[in-house]
């Protein structure tokens, strides 16, 4: 069998195996992703989508019109839809890592980049929640994989990251960054020609990203900058860390918890050693990786935008490069190469040290696992209780208003609603209408004392009276009086 024909069935694999956890661990989309869907809905409706609504996310256009495909092709069930989106575009990812790894480091890096990258935790939630940023990260990894393969292929790696670009800014530095590459001559050491190709067609594709996203804004709400002052008014609304003095602590923390202290200090570890061998092919790649996901990390910062783990994916997976080198490195090395065994023997050694940790980290599982049933238990109450006949009848006599921002979006996905008749009572008070309170905990906790609202929005308006409840929710219903 052919290493072509084994790759492909191993990716069928890959790809067969995320369909069927998609189909039989339900989970749905995230406040983010379920704004998108609204908005591509309004879209089909014929209207402007709400980017101006209360508290609403950054928009992110190329997800926006995925959304409106969705939307169209498969009606209500579309939030499913966008989560086998994200399912696929992970086993995407973990694939254009292993051809990233493999053509820098060589195989076997690249088989344990692809596993780490895969065995992710926070990717994997990432992608239950259908988050944006896994098919921006199977893009990106993509355009990498196809330039280390081939060193300087221009306008398909460039044509990726313009895709990248619309789905995150951070893909604007790495297409400005490429840019720049083409243009800077590969052999300095001959005379000059006074000739240089600036590559304009490259440096179009490269200013689609950011073109798209201001026309989309200033169509949308008349301000084409309406994504950065919406990003950075909303992280001081929420209360969220931000500014450039808090960027060298969270970059640390935030890449150890994502990456897992081992994960993180083997990265390290390989970052050193490839410097000092000088090993690896192309290796102007993941370093383009690193130093352009820190860079806007560092901008995002600097711009008063949220300093979110989320916005290091980048760095980490290219970190994770680093990893696998680290531990599979040796295996390239010749047999009389001296560093080959003290390599191998240290590699064993720090493996049972990590087992360790594995086994004292096993509650992760446990916990992941509770997240997940947890968000298909919270979805299938909300629907529920949405559904009950006297939340129907009630409707008429006014808004859906939930204690905060949080669910607003899931809310107006599943009634199809506008927002007029889905609200916030942390924005607004309604008298009447159908007012819904979180029942559990957990819930409360997570939703109902989210950051930026008052607690007085958990407790019911004098005059609603409690006309259903179910394990997560309690609807309170007021209509006014009749005449």
């Known amino acids: 069998m052919t290493g072509a024909r084994r790759e ?21 989309p995230n ?16 209207h402007k989508p709400t980017f101006q609504a209360y508290q609403a996310p950054t ?48 195989t076997w890096p690249g088989v344990l980049a692809a596993l780490l990258t895969g065995s992710s935790f926070a990717l994997l939630l990432y992608t239950a929640r259908a988050y944006v940023d896994v098919p921006f990260l199977a893009v990106v990894l993509w355009a990498g994989a196809l330039e280390a393969e081939r060193p300087r292929r221009g306008t398909l790696v ?12 951070e893909a604007w530095i790495l297409a400005g960054a490429y840019w ?67 960027v060298p602590g969270s970059f640390v923390s935030f890449l150890a918890d994502a990456l897992r202290p081992p994960v993180f200090l083997a990265a ?66 010749p047999a009389s190469d001296s560093l080959r065994r003290p390599w191998a023997i240290g590699v064993a050694v720090l493996a049972l040290l990590g087992a360790g940790f594995v086994v004292a980290r096993i509650s992760v599982v446990g916990r992941f696992t509770a997240e997940l049933r947890f968000i298909r238990g919270t979805h299938d109450d909300l629907v529920a209780i949405l559904a009950d006949p006297a939340v129907v009848r009630a ?4 808004p859906v208003t939930l204690p905060n921002y949080r ?52 407790v019911p308006d004098p005059g609603f009276v409690l006309a259903v409840h179910n394990g997560s929710y309690a609807a309170y219903v007021r209509c006014p009086p009749a005449r």
């Not at 460039?158 to 800014?169: D, K, Q, Y």
């Not at 783990?309 to 760095?315: A, G, H």
């Not at 159908?434 to 930026?452: E, H, I, P, S």
């Open 158 to 169: 460039m044509a990726l990251l313009a895709v990248a670009g619309l789905l995150r800014p």
């Open 59 to 106: 928009e992110h256009p190329l997800y926006v019109a995925l959304s409106t495909l969705l939307a169209a092709v498969f009606g209500g069930a579309a939030d499913r839809a966008l989560v086998l989106v994200a399912a696929l575009s992970l086993a995407a990812l973990v694939w254009a890592v292993w051809r990233l790894g493999r053509a820098v480091f060589g």
């Open 268 to 333: 390290l570890a390989g970052f050193a050693l490839a410097g000092w061998r000088r090993a690896g092919h192309a290796i102007h790649v993941p370093l383009a990786l690193l130093g352009g996901g820190t860079l806007a990390f560092v901008l995002s910062g600097a711009a008063g935008l949220s300093i979110l783990p989320r916005y290091l994916t980048v760095p980490a997976i290219a970190l994770t490069l680093y990893a696998g080198y680290a531990i599979a490195g040796w295996a390239a090395l």
């Open 180 to 246: 720049l590459w083409m243009v800077v001559p590969v052999d300095r050491s001959g005379p000059p020609t006074g000739k240089r190709d600036l590559h304009l067609g490259l440096l179009a594709l490269a200013a689609v990203g950011p073109a798209c996203w201001a026309l989309t804004d200033l169509w949308v709400t008349g301000d084409p900058l309406y994504s950065l002052h919406a990003t950075s008014g909303l992280a001081d609304e929420l209360h969220r860390e931000r500014g450039v003095r808090h």
């Open 31 to 46: 406040y983010d992703a379920y704004y998108h869907l609204v908005w591509g809905r309004e879209l089909l409706h014929g």
């Open 407 to 458: 669910l607003v979006p899931d809310t107006r996905w599943e009634l199809d609603a506008s927002q007029r008749e889905v609200g916030a009572r942390s924005a607004r008070r309604r008298p009447y209408g159908v007012a819904l309170f979180f029942t559990d905990a957990k819930m409360l906790r997570r939703f109902g004392f989210a950051q930026g609202a008052s607690t007085l929005t958990n």
């Open 8 to 28: 492909a069935l191993a990716i069928a694999a890959l790809a067969l195996a995320a369909v069927l956890v998609w189909a039989l661990v339900p989970t749905y």
């Open 395 to 398: 409707r008429a006599c006014g």
